[in-house]
């Protein structure tokens, strides 16, 4: 089966502008977990999907939205792009799937986002 | 609210000998699980190890083991016989199905030496 996928590989934006980050999930696996990695620091739960319904948020401001399309595709938004939002944005899918912390997350490779 | 603190930043270990990196956590729900997750450099990140935290035996996958102390809330992984490709960040992570998110630990950065 295919593993996660993440585009686009890089971005970079303006101070102000909007980011669109896309992950697509292990095949016909329905949750999608999206985590920060700022440098230096660990990651931070952004956000969870599953079913086409947000399940949870982190710490983090309303202008970091998302949401999951019906073949459990997933958007992540960034508006109003401020510099200390680059960083690497990480998309995971569940293994075997299910909202259960003991799965195994499955990482895609990740959006580097620069805001310049 | 779940933290996750990895004190070491930086470790490095001669390659063939042993090295254990270190992790504390808190947690206020009885019923959690650990991880330990490898992000070599440029590629993707993967699990090494997990502990169900009812569970005494600590757990072991080939080289990497871990020493479990629920008490002191410690969470520490040995890596037997290190290898060049053990070089990556490690991050330690708990999880519970309260939330159904991990909280990630600020990793620690190993070097292996040949």
């Known amino acids: 089966e295919a593993g996660v996928t993440q585009s686009p590989t890089h971005l970079i934006k303006t101070r102000g502008q909007q980011a669109t980050l896309r992950c697509s999930p292990i095949s016909g696996h329905t949750s999608v977990y999206w985590y920060q990695q700022a440098l230096g620091l660990g990651l931070q739960f952004l956000l969870w999907y599953d079913e086409g319904e947000e399940r949870n948020r982190g710490n983090f401001p309303p202008r970091f939205s998302g949401r999951q399309f019906p073949n459990y595709s997933s958007e992540l938004n960034v508006n109003a792009l401020e510099l200390e939002d680059s960083a690497l944005y990480l998309c995971?899918?569940?293994?075997?799937?299910?909202?259960?912390?003991?799965?195994?997350?499955?990482f895609g490779p990740g959006t580097r986002l620069t805001v310049l | 609210a779940q933290t996750v603190t990895q004190s070491q930043p930086e470790m490095s270990v001669q390659e063939a000998e042993t090295v254990t990196l270190s992790c504390t956590y808190d947690?206020?729900?009885?019923?959690?699980?650990l991880f330990w997750y490898k992000q070599p450099p440029s590629r993707q990140m993967i699990l090494v190890i997990r502990q169900e935290a009812y569970k005494q035996q600590n757990a072991t996958e080939n080289r990497f083991s871990v020493n479990f102390q629920k008490a002191a809330k410690s969470f520490s992984l040995k890596i037997s016989d290190s290898q060049l490709g053990d070089a990556a960040m490690y991050f330690c992570a708990c999880g519970n199905n309260a939330g159904n998110m991990l909280t990630f630990g600020g990793g620690t950065r190993l070097m292996v030496k040949p």
């Open positions: 995971a899918s569940p293994n075997p799937p299910g909202p259960f912390s003991y799965n195994e997350q499955f």
């Open positions: 947690t206020s729900e009885s019923d959690y699980y």
